[in-house]
């Protein structure tokens, strides 16, 4: 291993067209709306029509961040696409991504699972990869792409989403240089999963939250021990982004990362309250304003955060550290850190995820329940068709179809 500095060159969003009012789909499911949009913290959620899966989303972010000046399909030596809305229990996610995009042959190519997990392990395979020395100059491109489904009038219904994340990894990056020291923490547990008959998950809702708070504190203890850091993250972080199935989760999430810090230090509960509200407000509330409108993306929510944190916080960028963590039910989870490059604002002014969530058609809630669910093979209206669609399946075999590409 050498000292290269590696990271994230280049990030590209997409979320699909449509959004729900969860105000509207609470009152219509007989809950009071404050429990949404206060209690979970969440108000719109994206919804993918039936012409969206796993593929187009990742496709469709991945598009964003090719073909323009900074960089080329040749130059791109490995696809790791993480989802758990896989399309084949055999074929992966990634090679349908590979041939919308027009990638080199010359590509490692494949999907990766662990829960919502998935686009963090793949940053991080990703990285290693370049520093290593293996990726000889070339970059690796990791798209985390996911479609939140729960059955409808469950109470996880409200936390649904869809949405991808299309990262390009490499050396010298030009928005973020990770720290090559991150904290790991695994263990087998079932609060959330999806058998491979089903297309909605299965969830043990309070276990979940359970679960992930315990991982954090798993993973903050191996970070600790191998980083040895000399101020917590709070203190030496300009920005804490916490993987964020509902924007309260990453509130309980940061009092955890506090208690977590005031513990080690041996203090009592003095004082600790007050420090959790004034820095969940400086650090972490801030960043919340994409999944607040998007909803749970699983492999792409943690990547969405900082895709807000990178287009709203504008020139005060460069420079500042960014503390990540990342939880996968089942469970693994990761801590993690990085700073913001020189030309971290140029790169981010180009994401486009403000523009992209207002300019969504919202849909009734007998529309979204109807694209749940649809009666028949479904294609967009003029003019809401995305670059990048599934067609169907003809002969078990699935077909997509893309507008245009840039050269
Ligand atoms: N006004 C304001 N707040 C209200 C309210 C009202 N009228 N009514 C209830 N609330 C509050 C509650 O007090 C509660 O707040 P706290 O958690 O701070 O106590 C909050 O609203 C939620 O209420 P409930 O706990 O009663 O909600 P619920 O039973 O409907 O379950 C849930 C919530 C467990 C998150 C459920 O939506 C769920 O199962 N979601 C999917 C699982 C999930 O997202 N788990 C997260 C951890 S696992 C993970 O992160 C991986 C992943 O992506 C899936």
Known sequence: MTTRTVGIDDLGVY????????????RSRGVDPAKITIGLGVQQMSVAPPWEDAVTLGANAARRVLGGETLQRDEIGMLLVATETAVDH????????????????????????????????GLMLAAEWV?????????????????????????????????????????????????????VYAKNVYDFWRPLDRREALVDGKFSVDCYLEALDGALDDWVALARPTAP????????????????????????????????????????????????????????????RI??????????????????????????????????SGCCAEYFTGRFAPDSAAVAARIGLGNMLATRRPLSVEEYEWYAHPAT???????????????????????????????
């Open 90 to 121: 055999a074929k992966p996610v990634g090679i349908f991504v590979h041939e919308l995009l027009g990638l080199p042959a010359s590509c490692r190519t494949l999907e990766l699972k662990h829960a919502c997990y998935g686009g963090t392990a």
């Open 15 to 26: 979320t699909p067209s449509h959004r729900l009012d969860l105000e509207e789909l609470a």
């Open 295 to 328: 909803g749970n993306t699983y492999t792409a929510s943690l990547f969405f955060c900082l895709a807000w944190l990178a287009e709203t916080a504008g020139d005060r960028l460069p420079g500042s550290t960014v503390g990540l963590f990342s939880y996968g």
């Open 131 to 183: 520093r290593s020395g293996a990726a000889r100059g070339r970059k690796a491109l990791v798209v985390a792409t996911d479609i939140a489904r729960y059955d409808l009038h469950s109470s996880a219904e409200f936390t649904q989403g869809a949405g991808a994340v299309a990262l390009v990894i490499g050396e010298a990056p030009r928005l973020l240089a990770l720290d090559p020291v991150s904290g």
């Open 377 to 407: 093979t479904v294609q967009p209206a003029a003019g809401e068709a995305p670059a990048i669609r599934f067609l169907g399946i003809e002969d078990h075999k699935r077909r997509y179809a893309r507008l245009e590409m840039h050269s």
């Open 233 to 292: 993250p709070a203190a030496a972080c300009g920005a804490l982004l916490y993987h964020t199935p509902f924007p309260k989760m990453a509130y309980k999430a940061h009092a955890r990362l506090m208690a977590h810090e005031w513990r080690r230090t041996g203090r009592g509960a003095d004082g600790l309250t007050d420090a959790t509200e004034q820095t969940y407000a400086a650090l972490v509330d801030p960043w919340l304003g994409a999944a607040r």
